[in-house]
């Protein structure tokens, strides 16, 4: 193995499923400027995703409807020629 290629920044971080608010502690080199009150009584950062196994179609066997927050407008908004 290479020395020195994989990061040593890992740290408990909790990961919180937007949609159906499902969230679980994982370690993770993810930043986040969030921090959330976890189950054990501790503070941990959150990065909150869009959609996790728990939601997933895939996983789940069922479509659901995410609303994504606007990502459409957000991206015209974004791009739109000034």
Do not use: C, Q
Not at 10 to 26: G, I, Q
Not at 70 to 77: D, N, Q
């Amino acid at each position: 193995m290479k020395k020195d290629i994989h990061p040593s920044s890992y740290r408990l971080v909790v990961f919180k499923d937007m949609s159906n608010e499902h969230a679980f502690l994982t370690r993770s080199t993810a930043n986040s400027k969030e921090t959330i009150m976890w189950e054990d009584g501790n503070e941990y950062p959150v990065v909150k995703v869009e959609i996790s196994n728990t939601s997933h179609p895939f996983y789940t066997g069922k479509s659901i409807f995410v609303d994504t927050a606007g990502r459409i407008e957000k991206f015209r908004k974004r791009y739109e020629k000034k």
